[in-house]
Nanobody, 117 residues
Framework: QLVESGGGVVQAWGSLNLSCAAS????????MGWFRQAPGKEREFVAG????????WYSDSVKGRATIFRDNDKNTIYLQMNSMRPEDTAIYYC????????????WGPGTQVTVSS
């Protein structure tokens, strides 16, 4: 089970802090990260990180504004974003790929983030 927290209303140019806690199954060796889906658009990748934190990926739309990091002792992954824009408004979903395989992906229920201008 994955549960996101930290969504809500964020002022334009403000900062966002999201967290995703994993429980109920082992997420050891899992790649974890974030997707988002804006109204009327497809779900898109935002950021991801492997278990050891040695590989990190960001979409072009958030690169330079986002930082993803994890605490494996807490089975939790975090996303920080700054300089938030109205186009960042979306439902943000946490994901976990067991053993790094997208074929064994779990999703959180999502958390709404609305950027007000």
């Amino acid at each position: 089970q994955l549960v996101e927290s930290g969504g809500g209303v964020v002022q334009a140019w403000g900062s966002l802090n999201l967290s995703c806690a994993a429980s109920g199954r082992t997420f050891r060796s899992s790649t974890m990260g974030w997707f988002r889906q804006a109204p009327g658009k497809e779900r898109e990748f935002v950021a991801g990180q492997n278990w050891h934190g040695t590989n990190t990926w960001y979409s072009d739309s958030v690169k330079g504004r986002a930082t993803i990091f994890r605490d494996n002792d807490k089975n939790t992954i975090y996303l920080q974003m700054n300089s938030m824009r109205p186009e960042d408004t979306a439902i943000y979903y946490c994901f976990a790929d067991l053993l790094g395989s997208a074929a064994d992906r779990s999703w959180g229920p999502g958390t709404q983030v609305t950027v007000s201008s």
